[in-house]
């Protein structure tokens, strides 16, 4: 009973804190008066439970009740005191925010096991994870992000059918799970400035071409830019390449980098080179120096006159609202220029993993696939929806706070007429080469800035899909062990 009380009030006095924020990417410390109150909560109980029992038969009916308890199964979890590392992409502040809270309920309830945030400091994931594991220093739990490569690699440890049974959908590789889906894929679209449009008649587009009629129009006023890019960051010219590259390649042929390993198409293929002419099309109102403005900034350019658009995912939301309590957010995916509604969405390749290391660790193993099972609890699965904006993958979905505009994209992701991961989202004999991803997008900005035509931008990746094709195949198994 002790235990029972002691876990409930905790987790009341967290979820008041659940949106207050937290930490620097470092495990954080509780505050003290939560922890004071539960002391006397607890004797309080220990008064009521009734002065006539005897000290066995208080604990004897402590454990009966307590028995289903996240604490009580902390206890079990694990025969002796464990640590494990945990690592995140941390640039989102809402990311942050949202996994130290987590973090620290977890750490609350399962008092032999203790989670540590180790820091990204903002940078490159990709690299971080990749210079870890060349140190020796791989996370025994991590967001899984390059799922393919890690799991080829075998660093990975397959998750259990009971985390399994906790989503509507998992990414199998090879008939095995090993992600926890976070959220549904990061759905893009247009984050406009409500308000603006409004007072000068401007509407959602219904179509490819109304959506280019309103760029113009918007132009044409001149008082701000139709769209702010955050072009800087190289993977952010990814949003909208996938929109293009959606509409152009893959409506005509899911399969096509399939097509590319065998060798049956190439990426002079007419569809490729129109994917260019749409990003010219739509890259033409973007703002003045888009090259040199770093995703970081583009919700000021928002939020500040500056921009009346946007293109990016869901995870924007917060950073919208936090920027400014009042700006009024309206949300529109762009149509295809055949009239279709195609969406990122679904569950994708990432999440939560457990390295395969760790997994050697029959304690290191439980407690990983305890903290698993407790993140996606809908109490705490809450918190990081709401912070990032995400699509719960969870079978017992949260019951989530969100804003009208959120709603507004679910509704979408529903009514889509594809919903599907990004392009360098795939797996199996889709999956891109590596930094094949990173290339293209370099390639694309060169043709956006005319430093490169289209035909030149072809016949480049062209020669570096060759070269790759030399060490990665997934059709061939060339580089899959």
Request: glycine fraction near 8%.
């Amino acid at each position: 009973m002790k235990k029972k009380l002691l876990a409930g009030l905790l987790v009341s006095a967290m979820a008041a804190a659940a949106l207050s924020g937290c930490g620097n990417g470092q495990k954080d410390t509780q505050a003290e008066a939560p922890a004071e109150d539960t002391k006397e909560e607890e004797a309080k109980a220990e008064d009521n439970s009734g002065a006539e029992s005897s000290t066995e038969d208080e604990e004897a009916e402590g454990d009966d009740a307590e028995s289903g308890t996240d604490s009580a199964e902390g206890d079990a979890v694990v025969t002796a005191p464990t640590d494990l590392t945990f690592i995140f992409a941390d640039g989102d502040e809402g990311m942050k925010v949202a996994m130290n809270e987590i973090v620290n309920r977890f750490n609350e309830a399962y008092p032999d096991i203790t989670v540590t945030i180790e820091p990204g400091n903002g940078g490159a994931y990709s690299e971080l994870l990749k210079t870890k594991d060349s140190v020796g220093e791989f996370p025994d739990i991590m967001e899984m992000r390059d799922t393919a490569m890690y799991v080829r690699a075998e660093k990975l440890e397959p998750l259990s059918e009971e985390i399994q049974s906790l989503f509507i959908n998992t990414m199998e590789f090879n008939g095995k799970v090993y992600t926890a889906p976070l959220g549904g894929e990061n759905t893009n679209g247009i984050i406009y400035n409500k308000k603006y449009f409004d007072e000068n008649g401007f509407t959602e587009p219904t179509t490819y071409e109304e959506f280019i009629t309103l760029c113009q129009a918007i132009a044409d006023k001149g008082d701000m830019a139709p769209l702010v890019v955050g072009g800087q960051d190289i993977w952010h010219m990814g949003f909208l390449y996938h929109k293009a590259y959606n509409d152009q390649v893959l409506s005509q042929d899911a399969d096509f980098i399939k097509h590319c390993y065998e060798g049956t198409k190439d990426f002079s293929d007419p569809a490729v080179k129109a994917t260019f002419e749409e990003m010219k099309e739509i890259m033409q109102y973007a703002q003045d120096g888009w090259t040199s403005t770093p995703d970081a900034q583009i919700t000021t350019f928002l939020v500040s006159d500056m921009a009346a658009m946007m293109y990016s995912g869901t995870h924007m939301f917060s950073q919208i609202a936090q920027a400014d309590a009042e700006f009024e957010m309206g949300w529109f995916p762009i149509p295809s220029p055949d009239g279709k509604t195609r969406l990122v969405g679904g569950a994708g390749v990432g999440g939560l993993a457990i390295s395969a290391e760790a997994a050697k660790d029959p304690n290191k193993k439980a407690a990983g696939e305890a903290f698993i099972k407790f993140f996606f609890q809908p109490d705490n699965y809450k918190i990081y929806c709401e912070k990032l904006s995400a699509i719960p993958t969870t079978a017992e979905q949260p019951k989530l706070d969100v804003l009208p505009v959120f709603q507004e994209v679910i509704d979408a992701t529903v009514a889509a007429d594809d919903l599907a991961p990004m392009w360098n989202g795939r797996v199996g004999e889709n999956e891109l080469p590596p930094d094949f991803r990173n290339f293209t997008y370099k390639t694309l900005v060169e043709v956006l800035q005319g430093t490169r035509d289209i035909d030149s931008a072809c016949d480049e990746m062209n020669k570096t899909w060759k070269t790759a094709m030399e060490s990665f195949n997934p059709v061939t198994g060339v580089g899959i062990e």
